[in-house]
């Protein structure tokens, strides 16, 4: 129970669902909860939460939470943690904490919270054990902190998702000689972004963006629809600049996309001049080429306002020859196929369509090599512990911490429940690992969708299913009449009735070997037999594998 413990439930190995604990003794301090979304092998899921198994049962010693900054992989599992995290007190940045805020405010059913504001470089005391203070780093959205944990054994840093950036849009610069000071003290443990490891160089500039967008907008024609996550902050406030000075006004679309404009114009984080944005009622009082908007939907999703523009769909923009239409965010891997396909579809209406690859449009807010390589200079962490990325991320993120002097056997590669212990000269891992399994949230069930369902859906979507209802007779035990055979998604059996007959022929046979005279039917196992030996047959006719579902009625 002693000693120094770090658990992550989410963010090893992928990117998103981040939250981890840092534990001294019997107290625990939170940092981040997000979601991750699904992909294509999880169907009818809504998103993934952490795994908060370990904290079961030491909700007591759960002391305080920290939010790092206010993108959903960070901060969107707050409401479905919530019960299960006791009573800590809750701190965040401004924007931060306006956004889990609002939040909140979409599930009134959990209980409610007070969030402490904070602000770079404000020191915290936990308890007598613990202490916290928190730095600025540059992000795509502004109120990003760097959380550092002072404990008996040594300061333990959280870098939160982070690039080096000496012209942010509307942020201050990282405090980079405070980092500077941390390392002079001594480090004992930094846990570091890693999503950028594997790409060389340093991340691009926001100001780099700004030139290449100028460049657009002066050869644009018609209406400019730009769609970008509604999380980059940064990337709207730089299009709202660069709309005021070419003369447009500017409309904002997609309900996560007024939702955070709303929220960072409160707050003074997004700035615009009086009448530059206009609602989408008002689009047709002005020529098209006045016009901007900003919307969601770059990753091809059905739903999202670019996706309804393409297929003619949107209430108020029809796409036009001439019109210019800006991808200006890096594809989710996962979404190649249809941001291809609503490329497709924009390309058929006539107009033009500019992506992060034909310019440089998209600066990531996470930092590449040379980025991670300062961080290590200006920290020298004497451990350090890779997080947030893909493994092969993480681990390229340690070959780099070698590069700069860490000692291989003091870099801390971990999957989300692993328990890492730590000392000042040495760590190791629990025997056991935390629970880890995803949590999958559906419409309003949260984790009660397991593998097994997941399999079966995907079974569903890819191959069908197959229900055979057969009647047995009680008192021959014989098929009493022709088996019905209901198909879904697998093969239309009315054109296939030779094939129809033969399943029926099979089941009837699998019947005949089954009964035994005098005795009663083993329902189970004649449900297994159909099932197994259907299956087999279906599989060795069609090379498809659908779901079998026998129901087996005694009359």
């Not at 008996?152 to 849009?169: A, L, Q, R, Y």
């Not at 399999?455 to 009449?481: A, C, H, M, P, W």
Request: hydrophobic share 40%; charged share 25%.
């Amino acid at each position: 129970m002693g000693g120094l413990k770090i658990v992550h439930f989410g963010g090893l190995g992928e990117v998103g669902r981040n939250m981890s604990a840092v534990q001294y003794d019997n107290e625990i301090i939170l940092i981040d909860a997000g979601i991750s979304f699904p992909n294509e092998q999880m169907p009818g899921i809504d998103f993934i939460l952490p795994n908060v198994g370990y904290l079961q049962g030491k909700e007591y010693m759960i002391k305080a939470m920290f939010f790092t900054h206010g993108h959903m992989d960070h901060v969107g599992a707050l409401p479905f943690v919530l019960d299960r995290i006791g009573d800590p007190d809750f701190y965040a940045a401004p924007l931060t904490r306006a956004i889990l805020i609002k939040r909140l405010e979409e599930y009134k059913d959990r209980k409610p919270v007070n969030i402490i504001q904070i602000e770079a470089g404000d020191e915290i005391k936990i308890s007598d054990k613990l202490s916290i203070k928190v730095l600025r780093v540059s992000h795509s959205i502004p109120d990003d902190l760097q959380i550092v944990i002072n404990t008996p054994i040594g300061k333990i840093v959280h870098t939160s998702d982070f690039k080096f950036d000496e012209t942010p849009v509307n942020d201050k610069p990282a405090q980079i000689e405070e980092m500077q000071r941390l390392g002079d003290e001594g480090v004992l443990l930094m846990m570091s972004d890693s999503t950028g490891a594997e790409n060389e160089g340093h991340s691009l500039s926001e100001q780099d963006i700004t030139q290449n967008l100028e460049k657009i907008f002066t050869d644009a024609t018609g209406m400019l629809i730009i769609g970008t996550f509604a999380s980059l902050i940064n990337r709207i406030q730089q299009i709202i600049t660069i709309s005021e000075k070419f003369g447009r006004k500017v409309v904002i679309d997609g309900y996560s996309m007024k939702t955070n404009v709303e929220i960072t114009k409160r707050l003074g984080y997004l700035k615009m001049q009086r009448g530059t944005q206009i609602g989408m009622d008002e689009i047709d009082r002005y020529p098209r080429e006045k016009v901007t908007v900003i919307c969601t939907g770059a990753q091809g999703e059905g739903n999202a306002v670019l996706m309804r523009i393409a297929n003619g769909e949107h209430r108020y923009i029809l796409p036009r020859k001439h019109d210019t239409f800006v991808f200006s965010s890096s594809v989710i891997p996962g979404n190649e196929r249809n941001v291809q396909f609503l490329k497709d579809q924009l390309y058929r209406n006539g107009v033009r369509v500019y992506n992060y690859r034909m310019l440089d449009i998209h600066a990531g807010g996470h930092g590449n090599k040379e980025d991670l390589r300062t961080m290590l200079k200006l920290i020298r962490p004497k451990f350090l512990m890779p997080i947030h990325g893909q493994y092969s991320m993480m681990v390229n993120h340690g070959f780099l911490a070698n590069e700069e002097g860490i000692p291989e056997e003091n870099i801390i590669i971990a999957d989300n429940g692993t328990v890492v212990n730590l000392e000042k000269d040495k760590f190791w891992f629990d025997k056991e690992r935390a629970p880890f399994d995803y949590v999958f949230v559906d419409g309003l069930g949260v984790g009660d969708i397991g593998n097994v369902v997941l399999r079966d859906r995907q079974i569903l979507s890819e191959d069908g299913f197959v229900t055979i209802v057969t009647l047995i007779d009680s008192s021959t035990g014989k098929v009493k009449t022709s088996p019905d055979i209901i198909s879904r998604g697998f093969i239309y059996l009315k054109e296939n009735r030779d094939f129809l007959m033969e399943i029926r022929k099979r089941i009837r046979h699998i019947v005949e070997d089954h009964r035994q005279p005098g005795h009663k039917h083993d329902f189970a196992y004649l449900k297994d037999q159909i099932r197994n030996q259907i299956g087999l047959f279906l599989f060795q006719k069609t090379q498809r594998r659908p779901m079998v579902l026998p129901v087996v009625i005694e009359v």
